[in-house]
DNA sequence: GACCAGGCACATC
DNA sequence: GATGTGCATGGT
């Protein structure tokens, strides 16, 4: 089987085991990119509680984060770990829709094509591949493929890549087998996060109840 | 107490 | 271009 035929039979197996999962744990898009940047390398449950900590001092929106004590938001956000890093990454982040898009996340993603705005989220210090790509498709609906560790793993674990594959090669021969469709690619990348974390982990890589295991 | 979790920047060869 | 290291919490 060619890999984007392996690729498509994954996408389909996996929306009839989960359905319609709807993603990004989010109220609004700004809680998208916070949540983008705080769950770097880090289990969601932790970030749950930082963003908590951010709701109830009414920290979640660009200007209150901007003007807020980078020690104070440091503070707020340990439970995610990596906080002194993620405070300034937030204060980046921030700091960038102020100066060039007036605080405002909707003329940011309606200022250039998907190319140019992928390059200018990777200027900003604190957001790689990933970051930028799960800011454009969850919080700005391009139709973007996020790569992630767990699409590395169970791709490599069914031959179609190897599992220290380069991010964008990784991210082309997705967006080249499935359709460029925000729903679909929205869809598959959150069901590929619940299949990973139910049967995929590091530690038991073959797991016999896994809805992927006979492809 | 080790290992892991929805990475990234930076240094060095 | 590949490889190594620091960053840090909370759950298993």
Not at 154 to 180: A, P, T
Request: aromatic share 12%; hydrophobic share 40%; net charge positive.
């Amino acid at each position: 089987m060619k890999s984007h035929e392996k690729i498509e039979k994954i996408m389909q197996t996996l929306f009839e085991y989960y359905g319609s999962l709807n993603w990004w744990p989010a109220d609004t898009p700004f809680e998208v990119c916070v949540g983008a940047i705080l769950t770097q390398n880090t289990a969601w449950s932790n970030v749950e509680k930082a963003i908590e900590n951010l709701k109830k001092e009414n920290l979640l929106s660009c200007e209150a984060i901007y003007m807020t004590d980078i020690n104070v938001l440091a503070e707020l956000i340990k439970p995610s770990g990596y906080f002194n890093q993620k405070a300034k990454k937030l204060k980046a982040f921030c700091g960038f829709l102020k100066e060039g898009f007036n605080w405002n996340l909707d003329t940011f993603f309606n200022s250039a094509s998907i190319e140019k705005l992928r390059k200018q989220l990777l200027s900003i210090w604190g957001v790689g591949k990933e970051t930028a790509d799960s800011i454009l498709l969850y919080a700005g609906e391009k139709p973007v493929f996020v790569v992630d560790a767990y699409t590395k793993r169970i791709f490599s674990r069914h031959g179609i890549c190897k599992e220290n594959i380069d991010y964008d090669k990784l991210k082309l021969l997705v967006e080249n087998s499935i359709q460029r469709n925000v729903e679909f690619y929205n869809e598959f990348h959150a069901s590929l996060v619940y299949v990973g974390k139910d049967f995929c982990k590091k530690k038991n890589p073959l797991c016999e109840k896994c809805p992927l295991k006979d492809l």
